[in-house]
Protein backbone atom coordinates (compact mmCIF):
# COMPACT_ATOMS: atom_id res chain seq x y z
CA UNK A 1 0.00 0.00 0.00
CA UNK A 2 1.44 3.31 -1.15
CA UNK A 3 1.02 6.35 1.73
CA UNK A 4 1.49 9.57 0.06
CA UNK A 5 1.21 13.26 1.69
CA UNK A 6 2.06 15.28 -1.53
CA UNK A 7 -0.78 16.68 -3.55
CA UNK A 8 1.58 16.27 -6.01
CA UNK A 9 2.72 13.23 -6.35
CA UNK A 10 -0.72 11.82 -5.63
CA UNK A 11 -2.44 13.63 -8.79
CA UNK A 12 0.13 12.15 -10.95
CA UNK A 13 0.13 8.95 -9.55
CA UNK A 14 -4.00 8.93 -9.83
CA UNK A 15 -3.36 10.37 -13.38
CA UNK A 16 -1.21 7.82 -14.35
CA UNK A 17 -3.68 5.09 -13.38
CA UNK A 18 -6.32 6.42 -15.48
CA UNK A 19 -4.25 6.41 -18.27
CA UNK A 20 -3.22 3.15 -17.89
CA UNK A 21 -7.31 2.42 -18.11
CA UNK A 22 -8.03 1.57 -14.19
CA UNK A 23 -10.75 2.40 -12.65
CA UNK A 24 -10.75 4.16 -9.34
CA UNK A 25 -12.79 4.59 -6.04
CA UNK A 26 -11.54 7.29 -3.70
CA UNK A 27 -12.96 6.97 0.26
CA UNK A 28 -12.45 9.91 2.05
CA UNK A 29 -12.19 9.71 5.67
CA UNK A 30 -11.46 11.67 8.50
CA UNK A 31 -9.39 8.47 9.90
CA UNK A 32 -11.02 6.64 13.46
CA UNK A 33 -11.66 4.32 10.99
CA UNK A 34 -14.10 1.14 11.86
CA UNK A 35 -15.57 -1.46 10.05
CA UNK A 36 -18.41 1.30 8.58
CA UNK A 37 -15.03 2.82 6.61
CA UNK A 38 -13.55 -0.73 5.77
CA UNK A 39 -16.76 -1.46 4.21
CA UNK A 40 -16.40 1.33 1.78
CA UNK A 41 -12.96 0.25 0.95
CA UNK A 42 -14.35 -3.63 0.47
CA UNK A 43 -17.16 -1.64 -1.92
CA UNK A 44 -14.75 0.48 -4.03
CA UNK A 45 -12.42 -3.09 -4.37
CA UNK A 46 -15.25 -4.77 -5.69
CA UNK A 47 -16.20 -2.17 -8.06
CA UNK A 48 -13.48 -0.57 -9.15
CA UNK A 49 -9.34 -1.44 -9.79
CA UNK A 50 -7.78 0.46 -7.38
CA UNK A 51 -9.07 1.64 -3.83
CA UNK A 52 -7.76 4.68 -2.47
CA UNK A 53 -8.56 6.34 0.79
CA UNK A 54 -7.98 9.73 2.04
CA UNK A 55 -7.14 10.50 6.05
CA UNK A 56 -7.83 14.34 6.75
CA UNK A 57 -9.62 15.69 9.55
CA UNK A 58 -10.95 18.50 8.02
CA UNK A 59 -10.64 21.42 9.95
CA UNK A 60 -13.29 23.53 7.85
CA UNK A 61 -16.52 21.50 8.74
CA UNK A 62 -15.63 21.77 12.75
CA UNK A 63 -17.90 24.99 14.14
CA UNK A 64 -15.88 27.02 16.81
CA UNK A 65 -17.66 24.92 19.73
CA UNK A 66 -16.81 21.45 18.42
CA UNK A 67 -14.76 18.51 19.03
CA UNK A 68 -11.88 19.11 16.41
CA UNK A 69 -8.93 19.55 19.22
CA UNK A 70 -10.32 15.56 20.64
CA UNK A 71 -10.91 14.38 17.25
CA UNK A 72 -9.77 11.10 17.45
CA UNK A 73 -6.67 10.96 15.32
CA UNK A 74 -5.03 6.77 15.22
CA UNK A 75 -3.34 7.29 11.75
CA UNK A 76 -1.31 4.43 12.41
CA UNK A 77 -3.80 2.04 13.12
CA UNK A 78 -5.77 3.33 10.24
CA UNK A 79 -2.72 2.43 7.95
CA UNK A 80 -2.61 -0.96 9.40
CA UNK A 81 -6.57 -1.48 9.15
CA UNK A 82 -5.78 -0.36 5.35
CA UNK A 83 -3.28 -2.04 4.53
CA UNK A 84 -5.24 -5.39 5.65
CA UNK A 85 -8.39 -4.57 3.71
CA UNK A 86 -6.47 -4.34 0.44
CA UNK A 87 -6.53 -0.61 0.16
CA UNK A 88 -4.17 0.29 -2.52
CA UNK A 89 -3.41 3.89 -1.99
CA UNK A 90 -3.76 6.60 1.16
CA UNK A 91 -3.29 10.21 0.95
CA UNK A 92 -2.82 11.79 4.45
CA UNK A 93 -2.10 15.65 3.70
CA UNK A 94 -1.39 18.31 6.04
CA UNK A 95 -2.80 21.16 7.59
CA UNK A 96 -1.12 23.20 5.73
CA UNK A 97 -1.33 21.89 2.72
CA UNK A 98 -4.75 21.66 2.08
CA UNK A 99 -5.02 24.99 3.31
CA UNK A 100 -2.16 27.53 3.28
CA UNK A 101 -2.35 30.53 4.56
CA UNK A 102 -3.85 32.42 1.76
CA UNK A 103 -6.62 29.83 1.23
CA UNK A 104 -9.62 31.84 0.77
CA UNK A 105 -11.59 29.37 -1.71
CA UNK A 106 -15.17 27.87 -0.62
CA UNK A 107 -17.61 26.00 -2.01
CA UNK A 108 -21.20 27.70 -1.29
CA UNK A 109 -23.24 24.17 -0.47
CA UNK A 110 -26.02 23.68 -2.09
CA UNK A 111 -29.97 24.12 -0.90
CA UNK A 112 -29.87 20.60 0.29
CA UNK A 113 -27.37 21.59 3.03
CA UNK A 114 -29.51 24.31 4.57
CA UNK A 115 -32.06 22.17 6.96
CA UNK A 116 -30.79 19.73 9.95
CA UNK A 117 -27.61 19.35 10.07
CA UNK A 118 -27.11 23.07 8.64
CA UNK A 119 -28.70 24.34 10.55
CA UNK A 120 -27.15 23.15 13.76
CA UNK A 121 -24.45 23.49 12.56
CA UNK A 122 -23.26 26.47 10.48
CA UNK A 123 -20.90 25.69 8.14
CA UNK A 124 -20.26 22.19 8.68
CA UNK A 125 -21.09 21.09 4.90
CA UNK A 126 -19.53 24.41 3.48
CA UNK A 127 -15.78 22.96 5.32
CA UNK A 128 -17.52 19.53 3.77
CA UNK A 129 -17.54 20.61 0.08
CA UNK A 130 -14.66 22.69 0.07
CA UNK A 131 -12.61 19.75 0.91
CA UNK A 132 -14.80 16.82 -1.00
CA UNK A 133 -14.25 19.13 -3.85
CA UNK A 134 -10.46 19.60 -3.43
CA UNK A 135 -10.23 15.55 -2.62
CA UNK A 136 -11.97 15.12 -5.52
CA UNK A 137 -9.65 17.34 -7.40
CA UNK A 138 -6.42 15.95 -6.10
CA UNK A 139 -7.93 12.59 -6.86
CA UNK A 140 -9.70 12.32 -10.11
CA UNK A 141 -11.16 9.24 -9.24
CA UNK A 142 -14.04 7.35 -11.48
CA UNK A 143 -16.28 6.23 -8.19
CA UNK A 144 -16.72 8.32 -4.31
CA UNK A 145 -17.88 6.27 -1.58
CA UNK A 146 -19.52 7.25 1.49
CA UNK A 147 -21.55 5.97 4.37
CA UNK A 148 -25.39 6.26 4.68
CA UNK A 149 -25.18 7.06 8.23
CA UNK A 150 -24.24 10.64 7.16
CA UNK A 151 -27.55 11.08 5.14
CA UNK A 152 -27.56 14.53 4.51
CA UNK A 153 -23.40 14.49 3.71
CA UNK A 154 -24.26 12.32 0.92
CA UNK A 155 -27.29 14.41 -0.39
CA UNK A 156 -25.19 17.47 -0.03
CA UNK A 157 -22.12 15.50 -1.64
CA UNK A 158 -24.69 13.98 -4.77
CA UNK A 159 -25.95 18.13 -5.61
CA UNK A 160 -22.64 19.36 -5.66
CA UNK A 161 -21.47 17.53 -8.06
CA UNK A 162 -24.24 17.41 -10.19
CA UNK A 163 -24.32 21.26 -10.39
CA UNK A 164 -21.02 22.23 -10.60
CA UNK A 165 -20.66 18.89 -13.07
CA UNK A 166 -18.35 17.05 -11.65
CA UNK A 167 -17.57 13.77 -13.18
CA UNK A 168 -17.49 11.51 -10.96
CA UNK A 169 -20.01 8.76 -9.92
CA UNK A 170 -21.24 9.12 -5.76
CA UNK A 171 -21.87 5.42 -3.67
CA UNK A 172 -23.72 5.69 -0.72
CA UNK A 173 -22.68 2.57 1.41
CA UNK A 174 -24.67 0.96 4.13
CA UNK A 175 -24.83 1.89 7.62
CA UNK A 176 -22.17 -0.99 9.31
CA UNK A 177 -24.18 -0.88 12.99
CA UNK A 178 -22.62 -3.15 15.68
CA UNK A 179 -25.01 -6.34 16.99
CA UNK A 180 -27.04 -4.60 19.09
CA UNK A 181 -27.90 -1.29 16.34
CA UNK A 182 -25.87 1.39 17.42
CA UNK A 183 -24.66 2.73 14.08
CA UNK A 184 -21.06 2.75 13.62
CA UNK A 185 -18.79 6.12 14.18
CA UNK A 186 -15.82 7.26 14.94
CA UNK A 187 -17.51 9.53 17.70
CA UNK A 188 -18.59 6.44 19.36
CA UNK A 189 -15.14 6.10 21.50
CA UNK A 190 -15.99 9.40 23.49
CA UNK A 191 -19.51 7.09 25.03
CA UNK A 192 -18.88 5.98 28.58
CA UNK A 193 -20.24 2.20 28.82
CA UNK A 194 -23.09 3.86 30.62
CA UNK A 195 -24.31 6.31 27.41
CA UNK A 196 -23.28 3.73 25.26
CA UNK A 197 -26.56 2.12 26.23
CA UNK A 198 -28.44 5.36 26.18
CA UNK A 199 -27.21 5.65 22.72
CA UNK A 200 -29.22 3.17 21.57
CA UNK A 201 -32.36 4.88 21.59
CA UNK A 202 -31.33 6.19 17.82
CA UNK A 203 -31.66 3.14 16.61
CA UNK A 204 -34.82 1.80 18.46
CA UNK A 205 -36.17 4.97 17.42
CA UNK A 206 -35.77 4.38 13.93
CA UNK A 207 -36.91 0.62 14.44
CA UNK A 208 -40.18 2.04 16.48
CA UNK A 209 -40.86 4.26 13.29
CA UNK A 210 -40.36 1.44 10.91
CA UNK A 211 -42.83 -0.87 12.64
CA UNK A 212 -45.18 1.94 12.41
CA UNK A 213 -45.31 2.47 8.59
CA UNK A 214 -45.24 -1.04 8.29
CA UNK A 215 -48.35 -1.49 10.67
CA UNK A 216 -50.05 1.21 7.82
CA UNK A 217 -49.46 5.03 9.67
CA UNK A 218 -48.90 7.36 7.03
CA UNK A 219 -48.59 10.03 9.09
CA UNK A 220 -44.86 11.87 9.36
CA UNK A 221 -45.94 13.89 12.45
CA UNK A 222 -47.26 10.95 14.91
CA UNK A 223 -44.04 9.24 13.94
CA UNK A 224 -41.78 11.75 14.70
CA UNK A 225 -43.41 11.66 18.06
CA UNK A 226 -43.30 8.19 18.47
CA UNK A 227 -39.51 8.38 17.87
CA UNK A 228 -39.09 10.92 20.39
CA UNK A 229 -40.60 9.16 22.91
CA UNK A 230 -38.27 6.24 22.74
CA UNK A 231 -35.69 8.88 22.67
CA UNK A 232 -36.59 10.61 25.62
CA UNK A 233 -37.18 6.66 27.29
CA UNK A 234 -33.66 5.86 26.51
CA UNK A 235 -33.11 8.61 27.70
CA UNK A 236 -30.87 11.08 25.32
CA UNK A 237 -29.82 14.49 26.99
CA UNK A 238 -31.28 16.27 24.33
CA UNK A 239 -32.93 15.99 20.86
CA UNK A 240 -31.19 18.10 18.07
CA UNK A 241 -34.19 16.68 15.43
CA UNK A 242 -36.30 13.58 15.00
CA UNK A 243 -37.75 13.51 11.65
CA UNK A 244 -39.56 11.76 8.85
CA UNK A 245 -38.19 13.38 5.66
CA UNK A 246 -37.72 13.38 1.51
CA UNK A 247 -35.54 10.94 0.33
CA UNK A 248 -34.13 13.62 -1.38
CA UNK A 249 -35.04 16.98 -0.87
CA UNK A 250 -34.76 15.96 2.90
CA UNK A 251 -38.03 18.52 3.46
CA UNK A 252 -40.38 16.98 6.35
CA UNK A 253 -42.85 14.69 5.00
CA UNK A 254 -46.95 15.05 6.59
CA UNK A 255 -48.31 12.21 4.83
CA UNK A 256 -46.14 9.62 3.34
CA UNK A 257 -47.22 8.13 0.22
CA UNK A 258 -43.69 6.74 -1.21
CA UNK A 259 -40.25 6.18 0.52
CA UNK A 260 -39.22 8.56 3.16
CA UNK A 261 -36.08 8.44 5.50
CA UNK A 262 -36.02 8.81 9.08
CA UNK A 263 -33.33 11.07 10.24
CA UNK A 264 -32.30 11.65 14.33
CA UNK A 265 -29.67 13.33 15.99
CA UNK A 266 -28.97 13.26 19.41
CA UNK A 267 -26.72 14.21 22.20
CA UNK A 268 -25.75 11.83 24.98
CA UNK A 269 -23.65 13.35 27.73
CA UNK A 270 -21.42 15.66 25.54
CA UNK A 271 -21.52 13.36 22.36
CA UNK A 272 -23.55 14.06 19.12
CA UNK A 273 -24.79 11.42 17.65
CA UNK A 274 -26.51 10.85 14.54
CA UNK A 275 -28.37 8.01 12.84
CA UNK A 276 -31.09 7.26 9.82
CA UNK A 277 -33.26 4.79 8.26
CA UNK A 278 -35.10 4.66 4.90
CA UNK A 279 -38.62 3.36 5.30
CA UNK A 280 -40.30 1.72 1.87
CA UNK A 281 -43.76 1.75 1.60
CA UNK A 282 -45.57 -1.87 1.56
O1 LIG B 1 -17.56 11.87 6.54
C1 LIG B 1 -16.43 12.28 6.79
O2 LIG B 1 -15.61 11.61 7.41
C2 LIG B 1 -16.03 13.68 6.35
O3 LIG B 1 -17.08 14.57 6.45
C3 LIG B 1 -15.41 13.72 4.94
C4 LIG B 1 -16.41 13.30 3.89
C5 LIG B 1 -14.20 12.81 4.89
C6 LIG B 1 -14.95 15.14 4.62
O4 LIG B 1 -14.01 15.60 5.52
Known amino acids: MKVLSSSEETYRLVDQMRMQGK ?11 HEGHLSLVHKAKQQCDVAIATIFVNP ?6 EDLQKYPRT ?7 LSANGCDV ?19 PPRVSQAWEGQIRPGHFRG ?15 VGYFGRKD ?40 LSPSERQRALGLSRALKGAEMLIHQGCTDGRQIEKLM ?12 DYAAIVHPDTLEPIETITSEVVG ?20
Open 151 to 190: YQQVAVIRAMCRDLNLPIAIEACQTVRESDGLAMSSRNRY
Open 263 to 282: IIAARVGTTRLIDNATFALH
Open 60 to 65: TQFGPN
Open 90 to 108: VFTPTDAQMYPQDHSTFVE
Open 228 to 239: RKELESSPVDSI
Open 23 to 33: RIGIVPTMGAL
Open 128 to 142: VATIVLKLFQILPAH
Open 75 to 81: LQNDLEL
